[in-house]
């Protein structure tokens, strides 16, 4: 029984240059209040183009319709639950829209002189501070535009500090669960990879690590809670054996939902990690990003850090460029300001103990949902989860109904799925994170949509082998976009 | 189900000898395990392959698998229906989907390769079935 | 803590469904000595009213009420208000990655609109659902180039953003990428076209060149172009003023074009979030980077869009991805999307033309008084202007006493160049404040 939607008509509306006619505009511009000069003369001809072939020419109306038609077709948090593992889709709190958009900050420009950006400096300074606290860690980088660009700044620290100590080594170690971004970044930071083999518990096997763990290891890459949801216990162990090869510690941040106010990378012996303000940090997924992925390392990478750091200087803030040991930068600016903005007033926000009070509640919030459905779904991995769990479709595997199906099923039901078919060392995995910012009912609808179509599985599997059925498009032939790409709209 | 003029990869591919000329494909194991296939990387005319390294790749819509050489030698053919009809490595992989005709250069590495029947006994042992 | 939607009494009855007496015992197999046994020393939760009044305290420390004339790379443009109305919406703000087509067409169908859009901006066949920025489009687009040629050479000409160089730099040496630099000609400012043809060779995977480039000054990209085929390099058009593309010639000869669309999106914001683009030619499509969003259709016959050659992406292909980028940058695209649509074919020109005259007026007011262009190039809406044997930063000194932020001095990235300043004037720039600097300068 589908208790949390109902359908209700939405509209249609086509794409803008469907919409398009010529002489329909939505702007006026102020007039020019200086002499108009023409291109051709001013540019040279051969340099003027004719005119943008084929954009669109609407009207005001037609965009707000349009573009609100569009906005109407999608999920979102402030629609309900997304149950995606390691995604950490948590509320987007209003204030940090508000906040980000104060004039002073919005319009500061990133070259304007130092003495008229302090409150911009300040803001960066406050939030490296607090960053570093959260996570144990020395010193912090906000550079990094996401996750992946942090990884990849991550990885060059560890380079830069291992090649100062005399041999930047070759390859980076990454277990099986782990998330794609990882290998991807180590083999653009230039290193080998090497998969090693998570044990019967989901966690880094030490045995495995030993064996691989020879001369050319710069780091290994861990998730910690993993992609399970589970916690590695060994991990200061880890550490050491890496720390005693001349090895290092890379931790990626996206499940530190499941740590913050709790424990502290720093504290268990991890060198260098990144974070992901739109994750943990509540700044909004928007679709796809934007996002911020902030690199704290222990005090021996500092002079490594992106350039320029902010110094203090007389109760003044400077940019310091003359850091000649630093990567370099990894972007031009320095940050993704107003995520970071967004990422302060969160912990603003939270203070040291709502932090702590949101980790405890995703916690329980991911462990009611698995006590929930331990007795339908088959659990892989019995270890103790934290923000999130890991189910697998093998008794509905048996029906010809896979993750995939389900989630399209649970569509049907009102959710977004949760992350299906990862981490890859489950067979048709199913991993869910519902976050601190649901309540029980969201949650107890959620527990009663996946039982039921556990139920559907075992009754009727083609109803889910074959969902969604009550969205406004059913399920979308993803191989024909792939076989004959059409990636713009074209007239005609 | 498997030809027994072929010979036969544990990574799922084919050769079929002519002369002094190979045949080569994915099996319909293969193809089976990928799905809707997508797109299919081929090498040039012209490139040189070594037995068990390798030569491409076949995309489905959420895998990719690389494609390993079963033999080592000169691509002189290329299949260029596949870049037009990809789904055609899904209905006859054993056939008109052929990927590359290569020259061998050295024969004797076919005899590591297995039969048929040894092939067919190799999947049931991976699958169970 | 107000985000935080359970009672106590909630709290309890889950426990108690669940078997457990506190939310402790879920920690309990925690080790440990790997707990921390402190509070976090971080001040306790403040109010909303606490928080604004953070911010806004921080805003006051900042500039406010000055005029600028600086460009760089992070523009001035008025910015359509129903932008943040519309994507304010939840629908679109707390929407997740579309992964799941069904229940995202609303985020597929707009970001389809931009790549398109990128397309007839920039005269290539295919684009993608963004960049983080401008600055490391530069190097994806780069890398993209030495996998389609299988070299790995780049020349990149010096009169391109340098901090976008720089970014460059820290992503080509790991993954041994020798740069070189081609010079820029003093007369004119642009690429200097003889010695950048003397570095291309047979190893060149990339020629990459700005336009308009640092300098302001719009580059002769078909000559570069020219230069770059004939040694079978690719060429690579960046920009970081997007609303040049209204006015000036698309890169049509380039085979990817990269850059930032700041201009279209996002005020300045200190630097960002920004949001960048990647677009190519059509054959080079299974090379590029990032998401790229495909029209299909449902099972039932109905258009529908969908993430697609996932293939290329880290999740699927791991280390042999063409790129690590996973989250990029799609709410600022969607912003840069309604941009573009208020301001239509018609406006996007209008707007260009309104930048192009600004900055003439400009130089025609700083010239009469004495400090003239460095360059000859044609320039679109900045340009560098010569201060004689004042010193830049003392005449920027005298500007902030009249609230006025000048030019940005170029002795900061060019040595040869710390006596000129660059400036930018755009339709917000009104003709009394450059009558004003053009007083005080």
Known sequence: MIRKVRTHINQNEPLLFERSSPGKKAYQLPPLDVPPVDPAAALGAENVRREIAGFPEVSEVEIIRHFTRLSTWNYAIDLGVYPLGSCTMKYNPRVNEHVARIEGLAQAHPYQPEQLAQGAMRIQVCLEELLAEITGMDAVTLQPAAGAHGELTGILLARALLESRGNARKKVLIPDSAHGTNPATAAIAGYQVESIASNAEGMVDLAELERHLDGDVAALMVTNPNTLGIFERDIARVSGLLHSRGALLYMDGANMNALAGLARPGDFGIDVMHLNLHKTFSTPHGGGGPGGGPVAVKREFEPFLPVPRIARDNGRLHYDYDRPQSIGRVRAFYGNFGVLVRALAYILAHGGEGLRNATLDAVLNANYVRKHLEGCYDLPYPSPSLHECVFSDARQAARGVRTGDIAKRLIDYGFHPYTVSFPLIVQGALMIEPTETEDKRELDLLIDALRSIAAEARQDPELVRTAPHNTRVKRVDEVAAARKPVVRWKPG | MYPEDFRYTKEHEWIKVEGDTGVVGITDYAQKELGDIVYVDLPNVGAKLVAGKTMGSVESVKAVSDIYSPASGEVIEVNNELAEKPESLNEDPHGSAWLVKIRLSDRAELDGLLTAAAYQEYISAETGH | ?441
């Open chain 3, 1 to 441: 803590m107000r985000y935080l939607p359970k009672s106590d009494s909630e709290r309890r009855e889950m426990l108690a469904s669940m078997g457990l007496d506190s939310i402790e015992d879920l920690f309990s197999h925690l080790p440990e000595e790997l707990r921390l046994k402190r509070p976090l020393q971080i001040p306790p939760g403040k109010s909303e009213y606490e928080i604004i009044e953070y911010f806004r305290e921080r805003a006051a420390e900042n500039a406010n009420g000055y005029s600028s004339f600086l460009g760089a790379g992070a523009y001035y443009h008025f910015r359509p208000v129903i932008i943040d109305s519309l994507i304010s919406r939840g629908e679109f703000l707390t929407a997740y990655t579309p992964y799941q087509p069904e229940i995202s067409q609303g985020t597929l169908a707009s970001i389809f609109e931009f790549q398109t859009m990128i397309c007839q901006l920039t005269g290539m066949d295919v684009a993608n659902a963004s960049m983080y920025d401008g600055s490391t489009a530069l190097p994806e687009a780069v890398m993209m180039a030495c996998r389609i040629t299988g070299r790995d050479r780049a020349v990149v000409a010096r009169s391109v953003h340098p901090e976008y160089r720089e970014v460059h730099r820290t992503y080509a040496r790991h993954q041994g990428l020798p740069v070189d630099e081609a010079p820029y000609e003093k007369q004119t400012g642009s690429v200097d076209l003889g010695r950048l043809a003397a570095l291309v060779n047979e190893q060149t995977a990339a020629v990459v060149v700005q336009s308009p480039n640092f300098f302001g000054v719009v580059e002769p990209v078909q000559k570069a172009a020219r230069i770059a085929h004939e040694k079978g390099a690719l060429l690579i058009v960046m920009f970081t003023e997007a609303v040049s593309l209204g006015l000036l010639q698309p890169p049509a000869d380039a085979d990817i074009v990269a850059g930032e669309l700041q201009s279209f999106a996002i005020s300045p914001s200190y630097g960002g979030p920004y949001v960048g683009i990647l677009a190519a030619k059509e054959k080079y499509i299974r090379q590029m980077p990032g998401r790229l969003v495909g029209q299909t259709v449902d099972k039932e016959g109905n258009r529908a869009f969908c993430l697609t050659l996932a293939t290329r992406e880290q999740h699927i292909r791991r280390e042999k991805a063409t790129s690590n980028i996973c989250t990029n940058q799609a709410l600022i695209a969607l912003m840069a999307t309604i941009f573009m649509s208020v301001y239509g074919k018609q406006g996007l020109r209008e707007l260009a033309e309104q930048n192009l005259a600004k900055a003439r007026y400009l130089a025609g007011a700083l010239e009469a008084r004495g400090s003239k262009p460095r360059f000859s190039g044609p320039f679109f809406n900045e340009f560098v202007v010569q201060c004689g044997e004042r010193n830049p930063a003392d005449i920027n000194r005298r500007l902030l006493e009249r609230k006025i932020i000048g030019g940005l001095e170029m002795g900061r990235f060019y040595p040869e160049l710390s006596d000129c300043m660059l400036l930018c004037a755009t339709e917000t720039t009104k003709r009394v404040e450059i009558d004003r600097l053009a007083e005080h300068f």
